[in-house]
């Protein structure tokens, strides 16, 4: 018998929809919305791994519900820039919810992924990580599966090196641990209990993100304040204590 934990999903939906499904699960579990594109190869991985968690996997991942769809959209006609900003005409704006209204229900249309390729992995109602654009199809399953994994722990995540730069921009504070396509998952996994270990001693949030470069940075409101190369944390925060 399939899980009810996993779902194939059609229809238009925006964040208000998933946040009900946010509340149903109070903080027991990590929900996932993927959102497939027919027209990309590299999107077999992610239904591929869809596949593999209603044949069974999803019965070891006790804190994830997953929904997922497929969607038409051709990659060379998507949107370039996400959302809609306020100068969109407004009987375009009427006519492209219309013809949504008049969508096949069969097909996942997300209004957070208008361009019908990418996931979003809800942590909270408020912590949301969207991967879409020219996102890394391979790290689909990692992603998730990190996630789970830090999931009620301190450790935090940054959905790759746009969202770290949105993390400068709006001047936040905090660790910055990115590690790159080198980076081995039990290199992750060991620094991620390194970070567990410190405990309450480590007042300043620590983030974990997918990059390009092996380091470690103190980020204070926006500002990069130290940085080491390499995934010493130990020698990290003994620079940073006598700063």
């Known amino acids: 018998m399939g899980s009810n934990r996993i779902k194939k999903l059609g229809g238009n939906f925006d964040?208000?929809?998933?946040?009900?499904?946010?509340?149903?699960?109070?903080?027991?579990?990590?929900?996932?919305?993927?959102?497939?594109?027919?027209?990309?190869?590299?999107?077999?991985?992610?239904?591929?791994f869809a596949g593999q968690l209603e044949a069974g996997f999803i019965d070891k991942l006790p804190q994830l519900v997953m929904l997922y769809g497929i969607n038409p959209t051709p990659l060379d006609e998507s949107p370039k820039g996400g959302k809609s900003d306020n100068s969109t005409n407004s009987e375009e704006d009427g006519e492209g919810k219309k013809k949504r209204a008049l969508?096949?229900?069969?097909?996942?249309?997300?209004?957070?992924?208008?361009?019908?390729?990418?996931?979003?992995?809800?942590?909270?109602?408020?912590?949301?990580?969207?991967?879409?654009?020219?996102?890394?199809?391979?790290?689909?399953?990692?992603?998730?599966?990190?996630?789970?994994?830090?999931?009620?722990?301190?450790?935090k995540t940054l959905a790759g090196l746009n969202a770290k730069n949105l993390f400068f921009k709006k001047k936040r504070t905090g660790i910055i641990i990115e590690t790159s396509g080198a980076t081995q998952q039990s290199q992750i996994m060991e620094l991620e209990e390194k970070v567990k270990s410190y405990?309450?001693?480590?007042?300043?949030?620590?983030?974990?993100?997918?990059?390009?470069n092996q380091e470690i940075t103190l980020v204070i409101a926006g500002k990069t304040r130290f940085r080491i190369k390499g995934h010493n944390l130990s020698k990290f925060l003994k620079k940073i204590k006598t700063m």
């Not at 699960?25 to 991985?45: M, S």
């Open 15 to 48: 964040n208000t929809a998933f946040k009900k499904i946010l509340k149903q699960l109070n903080g027991r579990a990590i929900l996932v919305v993927a959102v497939i594109n027919k027209n990309c190869d590299e999107c077999q991985k992610l239904l591929k």
């Open 199 to 212: 405990g309450n001693k480590l007042t300043t949030p620590v983030y974990f993100c997918k990059g390009i």
């Open 103 to 155: 969508a096949d229900s069969r097909v996942l249309n997300w209004d957070e992924i208008p361009e019908g390729h990418g996931y979003g992995i809800f942590l909270n109602e408020t912590d949301i990580l969207y991967y879409k654009g020219t996102f890394n199809h391979d790290e689909f399953a990692t992603n998730i599966i990190d996630n789970l994994r830090r999931f009620k722990s301190s450790i």
